[in-house]
């Protein structure tokens, strides 16, 4: 049986290079394949194989002062979700280009949003209800097919562009409420949030474990709608039988999470239903 985990952890690094040679030679001897990034501020993964050797991987990650006790979330996929192995060495392990406003400790983040779990954040919703705002930490081909109900879509394309929106974007417009920032599984919230307090945001939260570890405890029954976007060759995924198409078809207007991607780059995806994908590639 295979499957792909995710996970990150904030912690100072003092040698990146030493340790992306280390994740390396590990990933490749557990015969996995996926994406990790290494930075001086920690570590970013998504790694797809056998069960057996991602606990393998889990406990040599444990045996480590750096690296034990990170939270992985689990999910179904394979080693062929990913092309290949990819282990580099970045500034940050989520290009903010911010690298000089957040501090890391042993700790993690430490000028971060506080930290909320899914209940708590129900509770949060039942006492304040239209006075908090949710803040999509993704990017807006991302939320096209699933969100947070009552949510601000960022306009942006890449990382680097929530600068400007969290600046003169209209999540500015709230910077008295109460803000619940949230991503796929929580490691851009960790910069994200600290981004917004350094601008003036009075109350800020971070979804803990993102919308992976809300789908594990909601799924479909909660205040997520839609599928999530995930980036590997599945490209979305369901957390129940329930789950529905919110996106529209850019061709027919029919409701549908199909993506398609023609120039191999994510922020040129469009949204196509499965029955236009074939009326076009029948044509060609």
């Known amino acids: 049986m295979e499957k792909i985990i995710l996970y990150y952890k904030f912690v100072p690094i003092k040698d990146p290079e030493m340790t992306m040679r280390w994740q390396r030679e590990l990933c490749t001897r557990l015969g996995l394949k996926g994406r990790v ?6 570590i970013n ?8 050797m991602l606990r393998a991987y889990k ?5 480590t002062e750096l690296f034990k006790k990170i939270v992985y979330k689990w999910s179904d996929g394979s080693s062929d979700e990913f092309p290949k192995l990819k282990v580099k060495v970045k500034p940050e392990i ?33 006492e304040k209800g239209d006075d908090i705002v949710f803040y999509d930490g993704r990017n807006k081909y991302e939320a096209k097919i699933g969100k947070f109900k009552n949510t601000v879509i960022p306009d942006t394309v890449t990382s680097r562009d929530f600068k400007q ?24 919230c960790e910069i994200l949030s600290a981004m917004m307090k350094n ?25 997520w709608e839609g599928k999530l976007f995930v980036f590997d060759d599945r490209m979305k995924m369901a957390f129940s039988d329930k789950s529905k198409d919110i996106a529209d078809c850019e061709k027919c207007g029919k409701k549908t999470s199909n993506q398609i991607n023609s120039t191999n780059i994510r922020r040129k995806l469009h949204v196509v239903c499965e029955d236009c994908v074939h009326e076009q590639t029948a044509k060609r």
Do not use: W
Request: charged share 30%.
């Open 59 to 63: 406990r040599a990650m444990n045996e």
């Open 94 to 126: 989520v290009a903010f280009n911010a690298a000089d406003e957040i501090v890391v400790s042993e700790k993690g983040v430490e000028n971060g949003g506080k930290h909320i779990k899914p209940a708590a954040l129900h509770k949060l919703v039942e």
């Open 199 to 223: 601008r003036g945001y009075k109350n800020v939260y971070q979804m803990d474990g993102g919308i992976v570890k809300y789908g594990e405890k909601y799924a479909d029954d909660g205040l």
């Open 37 to 42: 990034l290494v930075s001086p501020h920690g």
């Open 45 to 52: 993964g998504t790694i797809g194989g056998d069960i057996e």
């Open 165 to 188: 929106d969290i600046e003169n974007g209209e999540i500015s417009k709230h910077k008295d409420k109460t803000i619940v920032t949230y991503c796929t599984g929580g490691i851009r």
